[in-house]
């Protein structure tokens, strides 16, 4: 079970920290995403990371803007949002793939969190 938390109202550039608390079968071994999608748009890649923490990968719209982390021993993974646009508001969803694929592709993910709505105002 995937719980996604943070969400909220900002100003544009202004900065926010999403969270992801796993339990259950999903575990820390898993690659973890971050994915979103806006209101009449379909989900997008946003950020992933390997187990170990040392993989990253952005999508282009947030690289240099979001950095995507992990504590383990709390089975948490964190999205940190800063300099963010209107064009970033979004239901976030982070997202755990227990058997491999490409990270960029939401069919990749096995377990998905119930989102996490940010608003950011111009």
């Known amino acids: 079970q995937l719980q996604a938390s943070g969400g909220g109202l900002v100003q544009a550039g202004g900065s926010l920290r999403l969270s992801c608390a796993a339990s259950?079968?999903?575990?820390?071994?898993?690659?973890m995403g971050w994915f979103r999608q806006a209101p009449g748009k379909e989900r997008e890649f946003v950020a992933a990371?390997?187990?170990?923490?040392?993989?990253?990968q952005y999508a282009g719209s947030v690289k240099g803007r979001f950095t995507i982390s992990r504590d383990n021993a709390k089975n948490t993974v964190y999205l940190q949002m800063n300099s963010l646009k209107p064009e970033d508001t979004a239901i976030y969803y982070c997202?755990?793939?227990?058997?491999?694929?490409?990270?960029?592709?939401?069919?990749?993910?096995?377990?998905w969190g119930q989102g996490t709505l940010v608003t950011v105002s111009s």
């Open positions: 259950g079968r999903t575990s820390s071994s898993y690659v």
């Open positions: 990371i390997s187990w170990s923490g040392r993989s990253t």
């Open positions: 997202a755990a793939d227990i058997d491999g694929g490409s990270w960029g592709l939401d069919s990749t993910y096995d377990y």
